[in-house]
């Protein structure tokens, strides 16, 4: 199992490949592929501390918080409270009873839309068009 700052030097990486305008990055958490053992809550706030400590002051959007509702109540709830949500439970609309609302949430994983052959994720945003156009990374940034 990698450390935080060494995820968060790989992630570093992969962001240097991407240019442009577009959604902020993403952190996926959730108990899926190669998750056997599953650190303690303790554990896990240090290595995603030290995950954003790696990131410091680096010129990139804030990344969001993927995760699903059960990996949510395990780990998020009492703490990154100042980090936004994309919740993804394709059941039901996402509740967080400690918080006041999730960013994104991703609501289906076998949508269609025209021209576009195979099954996609539908997501939708919490919030008006001025606070999306706020959310969504520059170039320039």
């Not at 991703?106 to 068009?129: C, I, Y």
Request: a neutral charge.
């Amino acid at each position: 199992m990698q450390s935080g700052s060494e995820q968060a030097r790989n992630f570093l990486g992969a962001l240097a490949a991407v240019h442009g305008d577009g959604l902020p990055p993403a952190i996926d958490l959730e108990f899926d592929g190669n998750c056997g053992n599953r650190p303690s809550i303790e554990e896990f706030a240090t290595r995603l501390n030290a995950f954003f400590d790696a990131l410091g002051n680096m010129d990139i959007c804030p990344p969001v918080l993927y995760v699903t509702q059960e990996f949510y109540s395990a780990y998020i709830t009492e703490k990154f409270q100042s980090k936004q949500l994309w919740i993804r439970d394709i059941f039901k609309t996402p509740k967080q009873k400690d918080r006041s609302a999730w960013t994104l949430w991703q609501f289906a994983n076998r949508g269609h839309l025209p021209g576009v052959a195979t099954f996609v994720d539908l997501n939708v945003f919490n919030g008006s068009t001025q606070r999306f156009s706020t959310f969504r990374c520059s170039a320039a940034q």
